[in-house]
């Protein structure tokens, strides 16, 4: 049998750079407060129902949490009472949006890919890591390929032993300034 040299790890050499959204997964409880069962009768909100409720609800519970405002009956409710619920959860939650479970971890992380410092990524090649244990949602992904896309050389989606490329950076024409 011939001796082979060292096991040389080409993926780990490629220069290419793994972004797995699942381990900048926002850390945080998510909760749905619902205003369903605050309905006069299932099918009206009472203002002064609401107030009351506001005023003695213990909203501390929500401390540090992602919260959706959302009713779950088929009603109309106005407005202001996702708004009215809104200003008693803010100094609390951590975040508060409307909606239900789903839209609620959407809207988390399009805030987090808002914030997201794309400058490490600038000049690089960069996989978005495919498999996930936890629920980041698909909007997640075409938002942050868009944020990165003026700033990558390459981008692809996957695991590196089988990608799928998206993007790769047109190269400068001679004579031209980066």
């Known amino acids: 049998m011939q001796e082979q040299g060292p096991i040389i790890n ?3 050499s ?4 793994t972004l797995d959204l699942e381990e900048m997964y926002p850390q945080g409880e998510r909760v749905v407060f619902d205003l369903g069962p605050l309905l006069w009768q299932g099918i009206a909100l009472k203002e002064d129902d609401l ?11 929500y401390t540090d949490k992602f919260v959706a405002v959302h009713c779950s009956a088929d009603a109309i409710v106005p407005t202001w009472a996702f708004m009215l619920v809104a200003t008693h959860l803010q100094p609390f939650a951590a975040f508060v949006t409307q909606g239900n479970a789903e839209h609620l971890e959407r809207t988390v992380f399009t805030r987090f890919v808002l ?15 495919g498999c996930s244990k936890l629920p980041v949602p698909l909007n997640a992904y075409v938002e942050l390929s868009a944020k ?3 700033v990558v050389k390459g981008l692809m989606f ?6 799928v490329p998206l993007y790769k950076a047109p190269k400068p024409q001679a004579g031209s300034t980066p």
Do not use: N
């Not at 490629?14 to 750079?17: A, F, H, K, N, V």
């Not at 107030?51 to 519970?61: G, I, V």
């Not at 996957?158 to 990608?163: D, R, W």
């Open 10 to 12: 080409k993926i780990a």
């Open 14 to 17: 490629s220069g290419i750079l």
């Open 51 to 61: 107030r009351t409720f506001c005023k003695t609800h213990d909203w501390s519970q």
């Open 115 to 129: 914030q997201l410092d794309v400058e490490p990524y600038r000049a690089m090649r960069v996989m978005l890591k």
């Open 148 to 150: 990165l896309l003026p």
């Open 158 to 163: 996957g695991e590196p032993c089988g990608a």
